[in-house]
């Protein structure tokens, strides 16, 4: 199993993979750890302005 690369609460910046809506980049907060495919670490993601929600891959994901 992967260690996760953050920790519930922290603030990062999701950087969208290709295909997926670039206006929805952005600063979020960890909501939750969870695990993909092959036990790859998997994030819930907050928005801090709108709060809408999303599950990403580690990869998108960069530190604030």
Do not use: C, W
């Not at 993979?17 to 939750?32: L, S």
């Amino acid at each position: 199993m992967s260690e996760h690369k953050y920790r519930v609460g922290q603030a990062v910046e999701f950087f969208p993979e290709r295909g997926v809506e670039h206006t929805a980049k952005g600063r979020f907060k960890i909501v939750r750890l969870l695990l993909g495919e092959r036990n790859a670490p998997h994030y819930r993601i907050k928005h801090e302005v709108d709060g809408h929600e999303r599950m990403v891959g580690e990869g998108e994901l960069g530190p604030r």
